[in-house]
Every structure is written in structure tokens, then in C-alpha cells.
């Protein structure tokens, strides 16, 4: 039911860095043809940092670790988003399946990578428990052994809310060059990190000793290099349109990215593709540095 693909086979063989990279941004998180670009561009980060590309999806029954270029073009809007929970049923009803870091986290265990990268982390939406909607992606990373590089957690979730549940859940939150929390298009003003690290050989060695105990995945806060610090009262506004609109469940975070890209002109657009290949070239830093060690 895996098919992981023969270049990332052979790398994980020799001991070599692989990244894996997650398809629900690709085909839910930008306008139908722009999201594969910054799959892409992705790819090419992880590349430029010496590392092996992982991209992940259900395709054809199979879950692939490694997905083509030609591959990756399937998966458009009307891709099915899949998170742990959905993994399997999609795998066997021959969906079209976009991973969400939680699904990409599941595949990445099975087939033994240890570092990811994506846009922004799920988590507890604003206004918890009404509706009680916290993402998948908490959970899946408390127990999987995988360092995944974010610009923290996307900023229109209740951000202070999601870092008090990766700490209950023992997750450590490694803010890299930065004290606190990354904002996803914000860089200032998140919750404190757990400790902050100053390079991708200091953060993998934090998760070389982690996983030494017995830990599980930790999550690295990198800061977008041109940060938009002026998107909250378009979230707000995006926020109470999905609400109005009756969007629940898996379809709020996509529909809100959605009405912040075309209501910002397109700025909040270009933000996330910057910080997504921002945030790849770091992972493929740190899973570099893994290996040289
Ligand atoms: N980062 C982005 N854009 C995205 C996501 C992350 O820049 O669309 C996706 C990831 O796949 C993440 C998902 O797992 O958003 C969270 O969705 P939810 O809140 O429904 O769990
Ligand atoms: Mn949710």
C-alpha cells in the first residue's frame, strides 16, 4: 500500500536526508495551478539544501512517498484532504488524497523519515470548544518521531490556545533564531518557545537527544523573512464570513486562506508561498545536518 519512490528509497538506505513535504497546501492552501508551483518550489529548496524531496499523497490506492512532477499536477481543488484518520479509506477507495501534516506525519512514520516541512501548523480554532475543532496535526506530531519546520502556527487559529496543548502534549517548540512563536505571516508577538536554537546541526542535535528519550515529533518556529504583521483584521473578517457562510470542519482553514489570498490582493498569497520554500530549505538544513552527525 506504500510506494516510496526509488531516489528517497535510496537515500533513507545510505543514511542519507529526506524531507517530506505535505499535498493538502498544494491542492487546498492556494488558487487551483498555483499550489503545485510551491509544491515545486519546494522541492527545489529542499534540493539547494542538499537533501532528498519527499512529497506525500494518496494516489492510484497507494499511499506515495514521493510523488512526481507529473504526479503532483493531480492534485488539484478537488483533491480530497486527508488527515491520520483518513489515510486509509482514501488508499483504498483510489481517492485523490492531500495529505495534511498530520497525514503527511503518518506516512512519514511508516516509511521512516524523520524531518517535514509545510506552511503553518494546525491547530485549536478560535472560539474553542464552540466548535470544538482542534486539528489532527497536534495529536499525530505528539507521537510520531519527525522534526516538522512551520512558521509556527497559521495565525488564524487561537495560537496561545495550541501552544498550551503542544506543551500538555510534550512537544517541543524550537524557535529558530527567534524567542517566541512565529505567526505564519507574522513573525512577533506569539507564546514563548520551549528553547530556541541558533542553527539547523543545534536543532538536530535537540532532536537526536529527544528521540534518545523516547520522545516523539518537535516542531521548529521559523520566522518568514518578510513578514505581513497587518492581516488580523482580514482575519477577523474571513473568520466571521465562514462562520456566516455555515463553512465547518475540514473546510475552514482552506476557505479562510482562500478569502485572505483575494482580499489581500494577493499579498497574504505571496507571503505563504515565500515562508513555504523558506521553511523547506530549512528542513532540508536540518535533516543535512542529521546525517552528517
Ligand atoms: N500550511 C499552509 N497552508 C496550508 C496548510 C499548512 O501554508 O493549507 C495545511 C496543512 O496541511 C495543515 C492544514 O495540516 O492546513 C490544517 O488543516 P486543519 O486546520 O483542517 O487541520
Ligand atoms: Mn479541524
Excluded: C
Excluded at 529558530?176 to 507564546?191: E, K, V
Amino acid at each position: 500500500m506504500i510506494r516510496v519512490a526509488e531516489e528517497v528509497r535510496g537515500a533513507l538506505a545510505a543514511g542519507g536526508a529526506v524531507v517530506a513535504l505535505e499535498t493538502t497546501l498544494v491542492a487546498h492552501g492556494f488558487p487551483p495551478g498555483e499550489g503545485v508551483e510551491v509544491g515545486l518550489e519546494s522541492e527545489r529548496q529542499v534540493r539547494a539544501a542538499g537533501a532528498v524531496p519527499a512529497t506525500i499523497g494518496v494516489l492510484d490506492g497507494e499511499l506515495v512517498v514521493g510523488l512526481t512532477a507529473a504526479e503532483l499536477e493531480r492534485f488539484g481543488a478537488d483533491a480530497r484532504k486527508v488527515g491520520p484518520r483518513d489515510l486509509a479509506a482514501a488508499a483504498v477507495q483510489r481517492a485523490v488524497g492531500a495529505t495534511t501534516v498530520g497525514g503527511t506525519l503518518a506516512a512519514a512514520r511508516a516509511a521512516g523519515l524523520r524531518f517535514m516541512a509545510t506552511g503553518g501548523l494546525g491547530g485549536v480554532h478560535r472560539g474553542f470548544p464552540e466548535p470544538p475543532d482542534v486539528s489532527a496535526d497536534l495529536a499525530q506530531l505528539a507521537r510520531t518521531p519527525v522534526v516538522v519546520v512551520s512558521a509556527g502556527v497559521k495565525s488564524l487559529l487561537d495560537v496561545p490556545a495550541t501552544a498550551e496543548v503542544l506543551e500538555s502534549l510534550g512537544v517541543p517548540v524550537l524557535g529558530y533564531r527567534i524567542d517566541t512563536l512565529p505567526l505564519f505571516y507574522a513573525a512577533a508577538g506569539g507564546p514563548s518557545v520551549s528553547a530556541r536554537v541558533e542553527s539547523p546541526a543545534e536543532a538536530a542535535a535537540v532532536a537526536a537527544a529527544h528521540w534518545q528519550l523516547g520522545g516523539g515529533g518537535l516542531l521548529v518556529g521559523r520566522a518568514p523573512d518578510e513578514p505581513l504583521d497587518d492581516v488580523e483584521p482580514l482575519i477577523e473578517k474571513a473568520l466571521r464570513a465562514a462562520h456566516d457562510e455555515g463553512v465547518s470542519g475540514q473546510a475552514v482553514t482552506p476557505y479562510v486562506l482562500g478569502y485572505l489570498h483575494r482580499e489581500s490582493g494577493g499579498r497574504t498569497q505571496a507571503a505563504n508561498k515565500a515562508l513555504v520554500a523558506q521553511n523547506a530549505r530549512l528542513a532540508g538544513e536540518i535533516a543535512v545536518a542529521a546525517a552528517a552527525s
